[in-house]
């Protein structure tokens, strides 16, 4: 039965805005709200759902309708749910562990975990993801089950399998026998600009939301190539010019400062790790407006691992993860007094998934405040991930993508480690209350 309802004597909202029964109405009540991150957090508030999405925002704590699923959250700082711009769902094995695990697990493996890696970025209070990464399909396939409602997991922007040149970052014959090359399939490998474009094809064609690209060596790759550029100017400008031709951004996995000049003047959307920014580097980003995504808390990952197995990297990648180490962080002291866009990435995959919010206190570290950082979650990551109609703050229309934390994350962003209630499109995921 179609309903109109008054919710408050005291407040104006005596309007037919809800088309469904009673019973699919949730209000929350927070103690305070910080609905659109970059604007200061409200005090007292009430959020009332319907159908998934965000029907108002009411000043002070409403009871509401009769029959509302009422939420207290009055003690609680709630705020929308965070967005990862970078994470690897299909693994968080590294180092030689990640080559063991490429070569025995079957596809029915990878995809219970990634099953349960979204799980676990869910209940960190991440409700959004992009996945820049993904050999098997296993993401695209959980993106479309997550998209239906028949698997409460986090939204996922997903880009199907990265694109590099022969040899480059994305190769995956690199550190195996060579007669085992032949069974590993590298459509994503391109050489020349015909190539490279028929190679974005083959990934629109498996119905990817975005791109992804790399022009430069990385750290976990097994080649002796060093992190500097290893694609020609024509070739970056056909993986970028074809991505966009099918409306698809590119995000663009970059080291050194030559890879990453080359993918902002070609028209990246967005610069991954960017580890060995130039002034170049800075005047290309707010020249495209492209994002940088720092992802500083792979150096968690690495330095857990070496503590656990100090031979858990072989000799010449354990070379870059040092390095790595050594120099994170310095790159966004640059960008960020710059006014270059920050968006909030973490490569969970490398670190590990369920502590993407460790991403935060490093980016504060390096210079960000804490309203800055979560912007670069909400609004910022949003407005990448070309979602920004749905999520990325709590408005009237948007998708009811709802966190909550004990404590002011203004204050000390440390307590977003701790989320202690996640709502994803007005579902329950995690009520610790």
């Given at each position: 039965?179609?309903?109109?309802?008054?919710?408050?004597?005291?407040?104006?909202?005596?309007?037919?805005?809800?088309?469904?029964?009673?019973?699919?109405?949730?209000?929350?009540?927070?103690?305070?709200?910080?609905?659109?991150?970059?604007?200061?957090?409200?005090?007292?508030?009430?959020?009332?759902?319907?159908?998934?999405?965000?029907?108002?925002?009411?000043?002070?704590?409403?009871?509401?309708?009769?029959?509302?699923?009422?939420?207290?959250?009055?003690?609680?700082?709630?705020?929308?749910?965070?967005?990862?711009?970078?994470?690897?769902?299909?693994?968080?094995?590294?180092?030689?562990?990640?080559?063991?695990?490429?070569?025995?697990?079957?596809?029915?493996?990878?995809?219970?975990?990634?099953?349960?890696?979204?799980?676990?970025?869910?209940?960190?209070?991440?409700?959004?993801?992009?996945?820049?990464?993904?050999?098997?399909?296993?993401?695209?396939?959980?993106?479309?089950?997550?998209?239906?409602?028949?698997?409460?997991?986090?939204?996922?922007?997903?880009?199907?399998?990265?694109?590099?040149?022969?040899?480059?970052?994305?190769?995956?014959?690199?550190s195996?026998?060579?007669?085992?090359?032949?069974?590993?399939?590298?459509?994503?490998?391109?050489?020349?600009?015909?190539?490279?474009?028929?190679a974005?094809?083959?990934?629109?064609?498996?119905?990817?939301?975005?791109?992804?690209?790399?022009?430069?060596?990385?750290?976990?790759?097994?080649?002796?190539?060093?992190?500097?550029?290893?694609i020609?100017?024509?070739?970056?400008?056909?993986?970028?010019?074809?991505?966009?031709?099918?409306?698809?951004?590119?995000?663009?996995?970059?080291?050194?400062?030559?890879?990453?000049?080359?993918a902002l003047?070609?028209?990246?959307?967005?610069?991954e790790?960017?580890?060995?920014?130039?002034?170049?580097?800075?005047?290309?980003?707010?020249?495209?407006?492209?994002?940088?995504?720092?992802?500083?808390?792979t150096?968690?990952?690495?330095?857990?691992?070496?503590?656990?197995?100090?031979?858990?990297?072989?000799?010449?990648?354990?070379?870059?993860?040092?390095?790595?180490?050594?120099?994170t962080g310095?790159?966004?002291?640059?960008?960020?007094?710059?006014?270059?866009?920050?968006?909030?990435?973490?490569?969970?995959?490398?670190?590990?998934?369920?502590?993407?919010a460790?991403?935060?206190?490093?980016?504060?570290?390096?210079?960000?405040?804490?309203?800055?950082?979560?912007?670069?979650?909400?609004?910022?990551?949003?407005?990448?991930?070309g979602?920004?109609?749905?999520?990325?703050?709590?408005?009237?229309?948007?998708?009811?993508?709802?966190?909550?934390?004990s404590?002011?994350?203004?204050?000390?962003?440390?307590?977003?480690k701790?989320?202690?209630?996640?709502?994803?499109?007005?579902?329950?995921?995690?009520?610790?209350?």
């Amino acid at each position: 039965m179609k309903t109109a309802f008054l919710l408050s004597a005291a407040f104006v909202v005596a309007t037919p805005l809800f088309a469904q029964t009673q019973s699919q109405v949730t209000v929350i009540q927070a103690g305070h709200l910080l609905d659109k991150p970059g604007v200061a957090p409200r005090g007292p508030s009430t959020l009332v759902i319907a159908d998934g999405k965000i029907v108002q925002i009411l000043p002070g704590i409403v009871a509401g309708p009769a029959g509302a699923r009422v939420i207290d959250l009055s003690d609680k700082f709630v705020l929308p749910g965070l967005i990862d711009s970078h994470v690897h769902l299909e693994s968080d094995a590294g180092g030689n562990a990640a080559l063991i695990e490429e070569v025995t697990s079957s596809d029915a493996a990878t995809a219970y975990r990634t099953l349960g890696n979204a799980t676990k970025t869910l209940l960190a209070g991440f409700t959004t993801v992009r996945n820049l990464g993904d050999s098997s399909g296993a993401t695209l396939a959980l993106r479309d089950f997550a998209a239906s409602g028949e698997i409460l997991a986090p939204r996922i922007v997903d880009a199907g399998r990265s694109i590099s040149t022969t040899s480059g970052h994305m190769d995956g014959t690199l550190s195996m026998a060579e007669d085992l090359h032949a069974a590993i399939n590298q459509e994503n490998l391109c050489d020349g600009v015909e190539s490279c474009r028929h190679a974005i094809r083959m990934q629109v064609r498996r119905g990817v939301d975005v791109i992804k690209i790399a022009t430069t060596g990385g750290v976990n790759s097994r080649i002796g190539a060093g992190l500097g550029r290893q694609i020609f100017d024509d070739e970056v400008k056909a993986l970028v010019d074809t991505a966009h031709l099918y409306h698809k951004k590119v995000a663009v996995h970059a080291h050194g400062d030559d890879g990453i000049n080359a993918a902002l003047a070609a028209g990246a959307d967005s610069i991954e790790h960017g580890t060995m920014l130039n002034d170049e580097s800075i005047k290309l980003f707010k020249k495209a407006g492209a994002y940088y995504v720092p992802t500083l808390s792979t150096v968690n990952g690495y330095i857990e691992r070496l503590k656990a197995n100090p031979n858990a990297y072989a000799p010449d990648v354990l070379e870059k993860v040092k390095w790595r180490i050594s120099v994170t962080g310095k790159s966004l002291e640059k960008a960020y007094p710059a006014g270059v866009k920050i968006a909030f990435g973490t490569d969970a995959g490398v670190s590990k998934h369920g502590r993407n919010a460790d991403e935060f206190e490093l980016l504060v570290k390096h210079g960000m405040t804490p309203m800055a950082a979560i912007e670069a979650a909400t609004v910022n990551a949003a407005a990448l991930l070309g979602v920004d109609k749905d999520v990325g703050s709590l408005e009237p229309g948007k998708a009811a993508d709802i966190i909550a934390v004990s404590g002011d994350p203004l204050a000390d962003v440390t307590v977003l480690k701790s989320v202690r209630f996640v709502m994803k499109g007005g579902q329950i995921a995690k009520d610790e209350k």
